[in-house]
């Protein structure tokens, strides 16, 4: 299975401010594990795991509660290269994000954004590999960049109806209140923020249809030279990253979201070697040592994340899989 992988320009654009801040970039390249030859092509791909390792050796460094927030409320449009100008251009907002929605494999293959419409508004929803899925900066940082994108190429203040962040109320929430300008949802099932009809239909003042059939004439070539995902097992991890956490992880659901019926997917997986079934425990099953490594959340939230309905079902799967259960696994490492 491919690793995941995303553009060099997102770890340029997060060195060039955690420097900035005060933190030393040759120690953040170290612990990432990144040379500088890897980042001198903007658009050449790195591995996930760095961006992972450049995430937590920042967490470490600058102890900022609020540092995330602060990162994507920093980023601008150009900074996502190709999928940002494609945004730029875009004749409204709801435009735009439908963009970044087809288009978010470029930016980063282990990122999905997706748009979920309802009565008089839509759901802007951002996952990611669940390696990141609860982890507050990297969180904090998708959510406010996106939003932040928005209020840029339309020159609007938008104000979401309403933000959902995956972790615990945090004990000052006072920066988060002043950028969103949104009720928070703190605990939430994912990451997302709810935008009203009205805003979607905003136009955005640089707005050009030639230029825009262009760009995605561009971004449709940078897609097929990415390749689709290298095997079924592929695709069906990329899907249940989205679907993990909010309890969706059904063969019926992935089916539709692949465009397959449920026996064709089954017949997929099987020419594989494999099942549905099998690829949802390796999922949770290298997902839950790293979150469970990482001691930020209780073990009952990782049951929670990786959709377990109740911590005990978790807590055995867990010992099936090392022999341990996940708090003397904790322990140990």
Not at 283 to 312: H, I, K, N
Request: aromatic share 6%; charged share 25%; with cysteine.
């Amino acid at each position: 299975m491919s690793d995941p992988s995303g553009l060099a320009r997102l770890a340029l654009v997060y060195l060039d401010r955690l420097t900035r801040w005060g933190a030393s970039r040759a120690e953040l390249l170290r612990e990432a594990r990144l040379h500088e030859a890897q980042l001198q092509d903007p658009d050449a791909r790195i591995p996930l795991a760095a961006m992972v390792r450049l995430w937590r050796a920042t967490s470490a460094r600058l102890p900022d509660p609020a540092l995330g927030l602060r990162l994507g409320a920093d980023i601008r449009a150009r900074e996502l290269g190709l999928v940002g100008y494609t945004m730029s251009f875009s004749a409204t907002l709801g435009e735009a994000l439908a963009r970044i929605a087809r288009y978010d494999r470029i930016v980063s293959d282990a990122l999905e954004v997706h748009l979920e419409p309802t009565e008089g508004a839509t759901w802007v929803r951002i996952d990611v590999q669940p390696a990141l899925l609860a982890f507050r900066p990297a969180a904090d940082a998708r959510l406010a960049a996106l939003l932040g994108v928005c209020r840029e190429i339309t020159s609007a203040p938008i104000e979401p109806l309403t933000v959902q962040l995956p972790y615990r109320r945090p004990d000052a929430a006072e920066e988060y209140e002043r950028f969103f300008r949104a009720p928070l949802e703190f605990g939430a099932l994912g990451t997302a923020f709810l935008l009203s009809a009205s805003d979607l239909a905003r136009p955005i003042a640089a707005g050009d249809p030639s230029l825009t059939s262009y760009l995605d004439q561009l971004a449709r070539q940078a897609l097929a030279a990415l390749g689709a995902e290298h095997t079924m097992e592929d695709q069906v991890r990329r899907v249940l990253w989205t679907d993990l956490s909010a309890g969706e992880a059904h063969l019926e659901r992935v089916a539709r979201r692949l465009g397959l019926s449920p026996r064709a997917l089954q017949r997929r997986l099987a020419e594989e070697k494999t099942t549905f079934a099998a690829v949802l425990a390796r999922l949770r099953q290298d997902t839950a040592q790293p979150l469970l490594r990482d001691g930020r959340l209780a073990v009952a939230e990782v049951a929670y994340l990786l959709g377990y309905e109740d911590p005990s079902s978790f807590q055995r799967a867990f010992r099936r899989w090392t022999g341990l259960s996940p708090r003397t696994f904790r322990r140990r490492t």
